[in-house]
């Protein structure tokens, strides 16, 4: 007998259709506010992802986002051992007078054994190497079904791993494999943080859009337990773009004007993919670009 606790491991695939119909109803009901300029009461510092300059080291990911005008940095753990040493996160954060914002455990699939072999204790290894690092989030991804008690306890236990170590843990927004015609759902509880007993939570546009999320509804069902952005965009194919913000087909400017509308309090991560620039001048323009484009649609421009 099927498991009714647990959901099917595929469903149709409706991505592109539910991402057209988001379209045509924010093209008939535009809610940008542009006649007006909406700034939070509370604190939005806008980051950048050591995944953004990838494969430069941490130690360029600070001086870029020095360089660039960012308000801090987040440090992807890999397997680069710069990415798990906090005393250089330290030494580098002192001498660009930029702080880490946020450490997002490696909890990619092409990272197993990273920090450690065991689920639990990776993650409490990165809460500890981010309060280290003086960062107040840890962003990190559902589990995969397969794995086992990290998968059939993850919402408790990472309720309980936040009170353990002081550290937010934000749990990512995901998206559904596709196996032709079907979606495979292989994270557990689910790919979609709709509906999850989290505390905590991260946005990410690109994920949302590969998934056909409406970003501006979720976002809004969210906005109690949203802690974090990773601001970046998408074209609405199934594939996971991190485009620079803008250049795709998601409400970014609309989400982000809401947030600053409601008076949020995070933090705007920029993640977005420069792996196939060949010049560091492309990247900085796409890195400047992203910036402002945060900057202009929270409001932080406003004197």
């Known amino acids: 007998m099927a498991d009714a606790s647990r959901p099917p491991l595929t469903s149709r695939n409706a991505a ?119 960062a107040r989030t840890v962003v990190l991804h559902p589990p995969f079904r397969w794995q086992g008690s990290y998968a059939r306890h993850f919402v408790e236990g990472v309720r309980e791993m936040a009170r353990e170590t002081g550290v937010t843990l934000a749990v990512e927004n995901m998206y559904p494999w596709r196996a032709g015609l079907r979606e495979v759902i292989v994270y557990s509880p689910h790919w979609d943080l709709a509906g999850q007993d989290y505390d905590a939570v991260t946005f990410d546009f690109s994920h949302a859009s590969t998934a056909g999320t409406d970003a501006l509804e979720a976002v809004g069902a969210l906005f109690p337990k949203l802690r974090h952005v990773h601001l970046t965009d998408g074209a609405g194919t199934l594939t996971d773009e991190h485009l620079v913000p803008g250049r795709g087909r998601m409400p970014v400017a609309e989400t982000l004007q809401y947030l600053a509308k409601n008076d949020w309090s995070g933090d705007v991560v920029v993640e977005v993919n420069t792996r196939f620039t060949a010049r560091r001048s492309t990247r900085d323009a796409m890195l400047t670009e992203s910036l402002a484009f945060a900057r202009r649609h929270l409001g932080l421009d406003a004197h």
């Not at 806008?46 to 801090?72: H, K, N």
């Not at 054994?113 to 204790?121: C, G, Y």
């Open 16 to 134: 592109r259709s539910k991402a057209k119909r988001q379209r045509e109803e924010l093209a008939r009901n535009p809610v940008y506010d542009s006649d007006a300029t909406h700034r939070s009461e509370n604190e939005i510092r806008i980051g950048l992802s050591t995944s953004s300059v990838y494969p430069m080291t941490v130690r360029e990911c600070f001086e870029t986002a020095a360089r660039l005008g960012y308000d801090g940095v987040e440090v992807m753990i890999t397997n680069n051992e710069e990415t798990q040493d906090p005393s250089l996160m330290n030494l580098l954060s002192r001498s660009t007078g930029l702080p880490v914002l946020s450490v997002h455990a490696p909890t990619l699939l092409l990272l197993p054994r990273v920090m450690h072999h065991d689920h639990w204790e990776k993650l409490r290894r990165t809460a500890e190497l981010a309060k280290d690092a003086g």
